[in-house]
């Protein structure tokens, strides 16, 4: 399946997620579904980019004569790059929007900016960084198998972001064509890295193409386990009595993943 199948189909489905609080009414159902999806997600990115991304780089520096212990100082650089982004240089509203995703009503600080004259660049930048990266990673990756885990990662992600932005943005009653804006672009961001990662992969028959997917596979490991794992940690403390179901749904996430680590 080609990958901009992939892009239209992640696009479709963020564009979905965003304008289905519109539609749907039953708030306990809807929170149930989407930390659900927010749980499952983590766990595949959370085993993808331990079990299988991270192994890939070891490998990968391996064959090129290069210490294998490249790989995971990369990924802790790529797990602290993007802690330091979300938690340094974006301002606290936006950092809370981006983990709104199990449903808990936003802040007066978070939803601020959502409230406001102009198209907040700052909140779609932290809204667009995890799926930009995901994207990215999507669009390097060479197997079928870890496309399509990737791809599934994603969709959930996805999903459940443009979920929570989406019924942040009708509390809120911001304006028709201002939501659509948002939404619309915020769809786009994952399409936009799966095309710069395929684009940017180049041959991996070079040198210098093997070099740069050792180096990305490692940091998109990072990256990834950030991503897993705030967002568990995250979705978890929330719902006492969801705590147990999330958990299990995660693990299954990451048990997927280990499967596909023994097989490709």
Known sequence: ??????????????????????????????????????????????????????????????ELGRNPAFAPALAALGFMAILFLEHVLLPPAAHSVVHAHSGEPLSPEAAAPLSSGHVPWTLLLALSIHSILAGLALGVERSAAGVWFIFVAIVAHKWSAAFALGASLVRHDVAASRSRLLLLLFAAATPAGILAGSIAGGPVTSPEGRVFDATFSALAAGTFVYIGATDILQDTAHEVGQRAAKWVVAAIGVALTAVLSLWV
């Open 1 to 62: 399946m080609p990958k901009f199948l992939f892009a239209l189909a992640i696009f479709a489905a963020a564009w979905f997620g965003g304008r289905l609080p519109s539609l749907l009414r039953d708030r306990n159902v809807s929170s149930r579904l989407l930390g659900w999806c927010t749980a499952f997600a983590a766990g595949i990115f959370l085993g993808f980019g331990l079990l299988h991304l991270l192994g890939d780089s070891r490998d990968a520096w391996s």
